[in-house]
């Protein structure tokens, strides 16, 4: 299983990993419900971004495993998501360590073609400029 802050962005579902959901964001109403979630594991925090019925499947507390995500950007923000082939599934709740710097989707990456992926260039914020973080 991947630890959060070994994830880099790519155009392929391969991230397999498991998070604790601490905030969700106000759920846009478009052609397809969306919801921007703040989650994180013991090493880094990232957004993470619901679709359609995971909007309401989910809530604060809740343990999530997510099998062949993607970290990708999506809507002008860098943002973790199950894509059309992963899936997110509720493994628990309130029983996990974490913290919340730092937070990936808060990374500027740029692509870097001697090594054919994406590297961090600079930190935007260490914190979620998002969901603040929590006193």
């Known amino acids: 299983m991947l630890s959060l802050k070994d994830i880099v962005p790519a155009a392929k579902n391969d991230i397999n990993t498991q998070f604790i959901l601490l905030n969700k964001h106000k759920t846009l109403e ?25 909007c309401d499947a989910f809530e604060p507390g809740d343990i999530i495993h997510l099998t062949d995500g993607i970290f990708s950007y999506n809507r002008k923000k860098w943002a973790l998501r199950a894509g059309k082939r992963g899936k997110v599934e509720k493994v628990g709740e309130f029983t996990v360590a974490y913290v919340e710097t730092p937070n990936m989707s808060e990374i500027e990456w740029v692509h870097d073609p001697s090594q054919s992926k994406f590297v961090q260039k600079t930190v935007i914020s260490p914190y979620s400029r998002i969901f603040p973080p929590i006193p």
């Open 30 to 54: 478009r052609q397809n419900k969306t919801c921007l979630a703040l989650v994180a594991d013991e090493t880094a925090a990232v957004h993470f971004q619901f679709w359609g019925n995971e």
